[in-house]
């Protein structure tokens, strides 16, 4: 490599790393302004709060100091915190793969064929808009233990987002490709794995996506009653015993993991995606 060329591509490497650190450190800047403007506003309206003259107690107990800097460091002190993620996230894991397991079969079945669609779409709309909590009482009779009637729950909550964004994958499938496939002798399977799936991936993971958001959502309030770990419940128990500080903390930790989970979620739907930005 002679001399200019070898100038050439130093030059190009330092703009490119120069690109990477700017774009880095913007990103970073907006996260951590996002923080806290967030935390400017918790703080703001905990001490609009304690105006309020029979509530002087509030901000030392729900402010963001009492939460960061108290609670939080007290709930992994003790390894609730630990404890309670990895309760919460079995039960959360189990649901959504019932969900994947049941719900992208179905959804590719409403999707190939019409007469499946028309047919499962009143009861599977009424069982969509049907809050997935209203199912508890049902869920903890007719289940053995109350984490499977969580799992069920979260299951039913779900399993909709999957079904409906997988059909839909399926609905925008060009069927010259499976002409084409099937006139090169494919077989099912290999229709499946080879022409279906690679097509629609990216609709599944978008189901996903809303489907942890719902199941997030769902799991919490699940956990108030009748278990014994999770993170529902360390915040129902935080609330009886007036730990306020750990209750914030908690808070804190349900958006935190969700934000997590959400933000790899995107990751994933981004490399299911055919479409590749520059």
């Not at 905990?46 to 002087?56: C, G, K, S, Y």
């Not at 047919?119 to 599977?124: A, K, L, Q």
């Not at 909590?133 to 039913?156: G, H, K, M, R, Y």
């Not at 993971?205 to 529902?232: C, D």
């Amino acid at each position: 490599m002679s001399t200019v060329q070898a100038e050439v591509a130093s030059e190009r490497t330092r703009a490119g790393l120069k690109r990477w650190a700017q774009s880095s450190g913007k990103k970073v800047f907006d996260f951590c302004a996002g923080l806290l403007i967030l935390v400017v506003l918790w703080w703001l309206g905990v001490w609009l709060i304690t105006l309020d003259p029979t509530a002087p107690f509030f901000f030392d107990q729900f402010g963001p100091g009492a939460a960061l800097l108290e609670g939080l460091p007290k709930l992994w002190a003790y390894g609730t915190l630990q404890e309670s993620i990895s309760a919460s996230g079995a039960r959360l894991g189990t649901g959504l793969l019932l969900s994947i397991a049941v719900g992208v079969p179905i959804g590719i079945m409403v999707g190939l064929s019409r007469l499946t669609a028309e047919t499962t779409h009143v009861p599977f709309q009424l069982m969509r808009m049907t809050s997935p909590l209203s199912w508890e009482p049902i869920a903890v009779i007719a289940l053995a233990t109350w984490n499977q009637a969580v799992v069920f729950l979260i299951f039913i909550g779900a399993v909709w987002p999957i079904i409906f964004a997988t059909a839909a994958g399926v609905a925008k499938i060009d069927p010259s490709w499976r002409k084409v496939a099937r006139n090169l002798g494919a077989k099912p399977w290999q229709m499946l794995t080879s022409v279906i799936w690679p097509a629609i991936a990216y609709d599944v993971m978008t189901g996903l996506r809303l489907a942890v958001g719902i199941a997030w959502i769902v799991i919490i309030p699940a956990e108030f009653f009748g278990t014994s770990s999770g993170i529902g419940y360390t915040l129902q128990n935080a609330r009886e015993n007036l730990f306020y500080d750990e209750l914030m903390a908690m808070i804190v930790i349900i958006g935190c993991v969700g934000y997590v989970m959400d933000a790899v979620l995107v990751r994933l739907q981004k490399r299911a995606s055919w479409v590749r930005e520059d």
